[in-house]
T-cell receptor, first 114, second 114 residues
Framework: QKEVEQDPGPLSVPEGAIVSLNCTYS??????FMWYRQYSRKGPELLMY????GNKEDGRFTAQVDKSSKYISLFIRDSQPSDSATYLC??????????????FGQGTILTVHP | DTEVTQTPKHLVMGMTNKKSLKCEQH?????MYWYKQKAKKPPELMFV???????INESVPSRFSPECPNSSLLNLHLHALQPEDSALYLC?????????????FGNGTRLTVT
């Protein structure tokens, strides 16, 4: 079992739709949760970062963490064609011998069509 | 444009060549990272430098040799690579390793080994 599971999609939605992206993880020691967006031929761009259970909102993006279920989500409201990219969840293990190691999900390919 | 700059953007090298990848950041970050990303896969950690000292080596073959000359610069020296080493090599930095330190990535060097 992978430490972080993410449905690779692909996911195709019409412009304006609400998009839900999800990851599950297995290691209870994981403490810090991030979402990155990666456009083709570019590096991952940090979208959201949180370390507590609950919701964090930034513009059209909402990150949700449920530590009891080991489940994290990213919601995109009013999706735009420019949101078409690969979305990667990433979890930081801040303890033990893996201090500072970021573990990524497989990434979900999202296409928003006009 | 990102605040982590990688050069060159593209590199083609033969299996007997020696080349270097360069990474620079001026955000005052004290942790720097090398990741390798194959097509349609998430980034995989290779090395972590913390305060200019190597803190994590993810059992990377010795044909990859990292170097951190100062807190702003990170190099990856390449020698006798194999075609399967062709990938996108990403540099990242963060204020500190671990706690409350999301990673900021560059746009990578796309390496092709012939």
């Amino acid at each position: 079992q992978k430490e972080v599971e993410q449905d690779p999609g692909p996911l195709s939605v019409p412009e304006g739709a609400i998009v839900s992206l999800n990851c599950t993880y297995s290691n209870s020691a994981f403490q810090y949760f991030m979402w990155y967006r990666q456009y083709s031929r570019k590096g991952p761009e940090l979208l959201m970062y949180t370390y507590s259970s609950g919701n964090k909102e930034d513009g059209r993006f909402t990150a949700q963490v449920d530590k009891s279920s080991k489940y994290i989500s990213l919601f995109i409201r009013d999706s735009q064609p420019s949101d078409s990219a690969t979305y990667l969840c990433a979890i930081l293990d801040a303890g033990g011998t893996s201090y500072g190691k970021l573990t990524f999900g497989q990434g979900t390919i999202l296409t928003v069509h006009p | 444009d990102t605040e982590v700059t990688q050069t060159p953007k593209h590199l083609v090298m033969g299996m007997t060549n020696k080349k270097s990848l360069k990474c620079e950041q001026h955000m005052g970050h004290r942790a720097m990272y090398w990741y390798k990303q194959k097509a349609k896969k998430p980034p995989e950690l290779m090395f972590v430098y913390s305060y200019e000292k190597l803190s994590i080596n993810e059992s990377v073959p010795s044909r990859f040799s990292p170097e951190c000359p100062n807190s702003s610069l990170l190099n990856l020296h390449l020698h006798a690579l194999q075609p399967e080493d062709s990938a996108l090599y990403l540099c990242a930095s963060s204020p500190l390793t671990g706690r409350a330190s999301p990673l900021h990535f560059g746009n990578g060097t796309r390496l092709t080994v012939t």
